[in-house]
């Protein structure tokens, strides 16, 4: 119903900005919440950021000043701006949407892209 590519990641020096893109196909009238979740080698996979469709933000506590989320509704994609990276921002990073489905909530998840900060 719903299908999400991300793009805009990358090898990145420590300090340095990526911004990557989340742009939904199929059913984009019924996504509500958008997000972006990441998941580090070895490592649980755990929410970075999400956005509903009124526009209500939420950032994980390690981001918080430094990753902007925001979604053009006009183009069903969402962005995170990722801004002063960390070698700890190395991960896996997958967009998540939430939809109805037979008016039953869905959740929809990206291939992820890459982000590796490292010097």
Sequence with gaps: QVQLVESGGGLVQPGG??????????????????????QAPGKE???????????????????????TISRDNAKNTAY????????????VYYCVARFLRRQLLSTAWGQGTQ???SS
């Design 17 to 38: 900005s990526l911004r990557l893109s989340c742009a939904a196909s199929g059913s984009v009238s019924s996504i509500n919440t958008m997000g972006w979740y990441r």
């Design 80 to 91: 995170l701006q990722m801004n002063s990276l960390k070698p700890e921002d190395t991960a």
């Design 45 to 67: 996979r755990e929410m970075v950021a999400t956005i509903t469709g009124g526009g209500s933000i939420n950032y994980a506590d390690s981001v918080k000043g430094r990753f």
């Design 115 to 117: 982000v590796t900060v």
